[in-house]
Each structure stands twice: as C-alpha cells, then as structure tokens.
Nanobody, 121 residues
Framework: QVQLAESGGGLVQAGDSLRLSCAAS????????MGWFRQAPGKEREFVAA???????DYADSAKGRFTISRDNAKNMMTLQMNSLKPEDTAVYYC???????????????WGQGTQVTVSS
C-alpha cells in the first residue's frame, strides 16, 4: 500500500498552466504504475494520464498535446504539467497507484484526497 498526497491545484484563467504534484509515501513506489484522474461536479471520475514504473505513458484524448505526466522514482513523486488549460478542465484531480498501466479507476487501489483545479473563462 502507498499513501498519496496531491498538491498544486488552484484557480487559473483559460490558457494558463498548472503543475500538479503527487507525493507518495510507503515502500516500493518505483514498482507502481501511477495515474491521474479527475472528477467534475455531477460527472463520473475520468482518466487523464498514467505512467508505468519505467516511464511508459498513456493519455486521455482530452489531455494529449496539453498535459505531460512524469515521475521521479528517487523522490517518490509524480507530476502532471497542464498547459493551455480550458474551463472544461475544471475538476478535482486525483493521483492513484496501481499494479498496471490502466485507464480504469478500479485498477488503482490507492488514491489521494484530490486537489481542486478551477479554470475560468
């Protein structure tokens, strides 16, 4: 099991950038696949991006070309660089840890508490 804590959310304007971080505690962080999900009010939690322990990545279509996921296994950290933000990116963003690269939330047993991202038009 790994404990996760997100940071870096905030209120920005459309077109701005934000960098979200996910700090992990516990053993063997480098073995986990990590993911970012988001949930907007009244909507289901949706996949944003994921990265394997070796650095292979996957992105939702909505994130491709604008968001970049990365990790630093030595620091037990994962980040999501978000550029060209849009109002529809407004959501609570969660980081998650699991055993395989997946776009499905139920494949990730460990979750952080989330960080709010609000993009104004």
């Amino acid at each position: 099991q790994v404990q996760l804590a997100e940071s870096g959310g905030g209120l920005v304007q459309a077109g701005d950038s934000l960098r979200l971080s996910c700090a992990a505690s516990g053993r063997d962080f480098s073995y986990y696949a990590m993911g970012w999900f988001r949930q907007a009010p009244g909507k289901e939690r949706e996949f944003v991006a994921a990265i394997t322990s070796g650095g292979n990545t996957d992105y939702a279509d909505s994130a491709k070309g604008r968001f970049t996921i990365s990790r630093d296994n030595a620091k037990n950290m994962m980040t999501l660089q978000m550029n060209s933000l849009k109002p529809e990116d407004t959501a609570v963003y969660y980081c998650a840890a699991g055993g395989l690269l997946s776009t499905r939330a139920y494949d990730y047993p460990d979750w952080g508490q989330g960080t709010q991202v609000t993009v104004s038009s």
